[in-house]
């Protein structure tokens, strides 16, 4: 084995939770370019269907469904679709989440509707995952975090919190696991991307964009790929990614 031996995603079986919109289509895609077997979903038919056509041309195949990962019912229905489409996972790529306001402004259902999706589906995922890893050769489990867990921005009070919990359990998980099952874990730390979750317009991403405020989720999608094709002997544990002039208050 070289010094800067990749591993190939040709071939490769990737769960994309969440793959419908934003850095979740976009990682579809390059996924699907670089030959991999991609199994995706969004709870939206219409969204799906986009991310569907927008994956299509690569030298891999992709497929999809409606699912809810906040759900235990959502993620055992995608389990049982990836076992009947793949047969096995070799990697599961959690982007799943959603924006929320700050706890005083948020209705009961509201926060709580946030909290199971952007952490309880990805521990619920990554439990789904395991099982079928530690039967296999191991794996590679990365989480889409966000720098919100650092910076602490006001008015993000219930985001920051669940993706705190995606940092803690990911890298206690890997103390638990990555050795005695070879499974890699991953986090990815974007910063401010321009994608569905903003509160702006498309005119203002853009605008953002351009004054370097802002990244494009294709950008996050290269680092999501970067951290998934080192050798079998280097696991990127966190990887932060920013715009230049990234706000943090």
């Keep these: 084995m070289g010094k800067t031996d990749h591993t190939p995603l040709a071939g490769k079986r990737i769960l ?33 269907d986009d991310a569907l ?5 690569g030298s891999g195949e992709v497929s999809g469904l409606t699912a809810d990962s906040s759900t235990r019912e959502g993620v055992r229905e995608v389990f049982a ?8 996972i070799d990697m599961l790529v959690c982007c799943a989440a959603l924006g ?6 948020s209705e009961e ?16 995922c990554a439990w789904h995952a395991i099982k079928r890893m530690e039967q296999a050769d191991g794996g590679h489990l990365l989480f889409v975090g966000s720098i919100s867990s650092t910076i602490k921005a006001a008015g993000e009070s219930v985001y920051s919190a669940t993706k705190a919990g995606i940092d803690a359990f990911a890298e206690t998980l890997r103390k638990e696991i990555s ?6 874990i991953s986090v990815i730390q974007p910063g401010s991307v321009g994608t569905d979750m903003q509160e702006c317009t498309i ?4 605008e953002a964009i351009a004054n ?31 715009p230049r002039v990234q706000k943090t208050s």
Excluded: C
Excluded at 53 to 57: H, L, R
Excluded at 81 to 88: H, T, V, Y
Excluded at 109 to 124: P, S
């Design 109 to 124: 259902d509201e926060w709580r509707y946030v909290i199971e999706t952007n952490l309880l589906g990805y521990v619920a």
């Design 53 to 57: 056509e927008n994956a299509k041309g």
């Design 203 to 206: 005119e203002e991403q853009r």
């Design 212 to 242: 370097h405020e802002m990244l494009y989720a294709e950008e996050i999608a290269e680092a999501i790929l970067f951290a998934l094709t080192r050798s079998e002997r280097a696991d990127v544990m966190t990887l932060r990614i920013e």
């Design 179 to 184: 050795d005695e099952k070879n499974i890699k």
């Design 16 to 48: 994309v939770t969440g793959g419908t919109t934003g850095i979740g289509r976009a990682t579809v895609k390059m996924l699907v370019e670089e030959g991999a077997r991609v199994l995706t979903f969004g709870r939206h038919q219409e969204e799906l």
């Design 100 to 105: 929320a306001g700050p706890l005083h402004e």
């Design 81 to 88: 679709a990836l076992d009947e489409r793949l047969g096995e």
